[in-house]
């Protein structure tokens, strides 16, 4: 059974810093592409940023570029998102997802980990 737990989410405030992490297990975490993904109240999910299992890094809008970093530690299983710089509008529930590279949809989502950037 695949199961993607994410963690370090919490309440900062603005121009602060969080560090979300992943743990994966039940799958070949290597072979993976992880993602992670948020969504805001009221908002469709969007998409944050991406790594390959070779370590090619991607990211979604231009607001997060420079200021979220995605890694990854295949001997962990894990994957974290570093955000820094972080506004009010960066509030929503992050989530960790998994997908074998190639394919177009994310087969894994973890439950997700709430962020709220207080002003």
């Known amino acids: 059974q695949v199961r993607l737990v994410e963690s370090g989410g919490g309440l900062v405030q603005a121009g602060g810093s969080l560090r979300l992490s992943c743990a994966a297990s039940?799958?070949?975490?290597?072979?993976?592409?992880m993602g992670w993904f948020r969504q805001a109240p009221g908002k469709e999910r969007e998409f944050a940023a991406a790594?390959?299992?070779?370590?090619?890094?991607?990211y979604g809008a231009d607001s997060m570029k420079g200021r979220f970093t995605i890694s990854r530690d295949n001997a962990k299983n894990s994957v974290y998102l570093q955000m820094n710089s972080l506004k009010p509008e960066d509030t929503a529930v992050y989530y960790c997802?998994?997908?074998?590279?190639?394919?177009?949809?994310?087969?894994?989502w973890g439950q997700g980990t709430q962020v709220t950037v207080s002003s």
């Open positions: 997802a998994a997908k074998l590279t190639g394919q177009v949809g994310y087969n894994y």
């Open positions: 790594i390959t299992r070779s370590g090619r890094t991607t």
């Open positions: 039940g799958l070949t975490f290597s072979a993976y592409t």
